[in-house]
């Protein structure tokens, strides 16, 4: 008598273990990490922006040049910068405070370059929260173009 061999086609039941699983981990809700750099500020006051904490740390990460109010005026009234125009962005959904704040500066970055600008001024922020631990920043600010060798 002759051996028979039977070949199954395992594919599609591979496939079906696979999208299982990720199914299962992208409905886990992992804490994530908070904070690389201020580990004795509570996670509310860096999101209410109490103790100037993003005020602080958000200028550091862009790479145009952060204006505050009072320059900003001051830079404005005496033609040193031009006013563009007003934006508003978000970040995508994430755990991390400094992840949303990091994202959030390259965003600023992109829109102050594509709109020919190198500085801004921080109008607005603040975290809307999506889930029970899931936040995204939005983030409304004023693109300058402006000539810093006068």
């Given amino acids: 008598m002759e051996d028979v061999y039977y070949m199954y086609d395992t594919t599609n039941y591979h496939k079906l273990i696979l999208l299982f699983c990720i199914l299962l981990i992208a409905s886990c809700e992992m804490p994530g990490v908070i904070y690389q750099k201020f580990p004795n500020i509570s996670r509310s006051r860096y999101i209410n922006g109490t103790e100037g904490v993003f005020e602080n740390e958000f200028p550091k990460m862009t790479q145009s040049r952060y204006m505050t109010e009072s320059e900003t005026?001051?830079?404005?009234?005496?033609?040193?910068?031009?006013?563009?125009?007003?934006?508003?962005?978000?970040?995508?959904?994430?755990?991390?405070?400094?992840?949303?704040?990091?994202?959030?500066?390259?965003?600023?970055?992109?829109?102050?370059?594509?709109?020919?600008?190198?500085?801004?001024?921080?109008?607005?922020?603040?975290?809307?929260?999506?889930?029970?631990?899931?936040?995204?920043?939005?983030?409304?600010?004023?693109?300058?173009q402006c000539d810093f060798t006068t």
């Fill in 73 to 144: 005026s001051y830079a404005i009234s005496n033609d040193i910068c031009k006013f563009i125009d007003d934006f508003s962005v978000d970040t995508p959904v994430e755990y991390a405070v400094t992840k949303d704040m990091k994202m959030g500066a390259v965003l600023v970055d992109e829109i102050v370059y594509n709109q020919t600008g190198n500085a801004y001024k921080l109008n607005n922020y603040k975290w809307i929260r999506v889930r029970e631990r899931l936040l995204f920043l939005r983030i409304d600010f004023t693109a300058l």
